[in-house]
């Protein structure tokens, strides 16, 4: 993965907006304002391709939170000087950023409203998640979801939005799956696999496992110790169990594009590798570059670009000089960078 996060700008929305942010399902199309033309039809996906990232961003993402995303009127609202990039990472007019805030609260009070009534339900409630696509909050039980209905909405004295679905597991039976196997964690070396993440997902209905192993019957085994049916418990594999090798080492030296060492600088490291199934490298984030140029950085085996980057000043991070290194098994690799000209060392 990159060597350096970002940090979401979605944390008032909450994790559950984020996750149903995901869904499947036709994209659902708000009210125009008063002044906005009728939607157009969706551009064709090969001219989309050549559209302005920042363009076919939005497009993406206004599809995925239920916000009118067709080229015209994307290309409208980019265009309007009253277009913001708040709450959301993308323009969005004043009127959109009301109608989008007035959603969420209504959600809000939805989800309020099926916690405290699933509060003495645990053992066959599923969970809830906001599906921003279809506009409505799906709440989940392993029994009689009409009469659930009917208990929330008595509660909450409205229509919804709210809709209410029938699963196989709850969300205690997932959690206590989740907790079995990190208790258990050590056990997984047994069968040449290393857990990388475990979790209930209510959206699934399922808990997750994502392993690092090259063991063809790793899922086979792990659903046989835990006596968990395929449906209750999915194992995702990287297949390759990059992550039980033993790391290498970078030893890099960093130049200026003259030659010389970079001295004080505000440059932070960045790597990417060749496969993108979960190898990574460093101990952490945000490390950054020594005065005289160098730095040692612990890999998993593989292919790897290495990069410098410099802040750039409301834009975020831009690469200064990179340069691509393969990684052996347990030993260590020289690498030089030679820094991009004219580049921006200071912080």
Known sequence: MAGR???????????ALLVSACSGGPAATPAASPSAPPSAASADPSAQASLDPAIAYAISQRKQFGLRSDLAWVLRVAADPRAQMFPLDFLMLPEETTEFNQRQS????????IQAYAADKQNVFGGLFKDQVNRTVVALFTTNPAQHRLGILALLHTSGPLEVRQVKYSEKQLRDLQDRISADWDWLHTIDAQATGVGADVFTNATVLSISSANPAATALILTHYGVPADMLKVDSDGTGI????????????????GKAPGENG??????????????????????????????????????????????????????GSAHVVVPPGETVKLLITLKPGAKLGP
């Open 243 to 258: 992550l039980l090798q033993p790391r290498g080492t970078i030893e890099a030296t960093v130049k200026t594009a003259d």
């Open 267 to 320: 440059l932070m490291l960045a790597w990417k590798p060749d496969i993108n199934d979960g190898r990574d490298c460093g101990s952490g984030t945000g490390l950054g570059l020594a005065p005289d140029g160098t730095f040692k950085l612990p890999c998993a085996p593989g292919g790897w670009t290495i990069s410098l980057q410099a802040s750039v000043v409301g834009d975020g991070w831009a690469d200064v």
């Open 106 to 113: 209504d959600y809000d009070a939805v989800a309020t409203a």
């Open 5 to 15: 996060t970002c940090a979401l700008l979605l944390s008032l929305l909450g994790l």
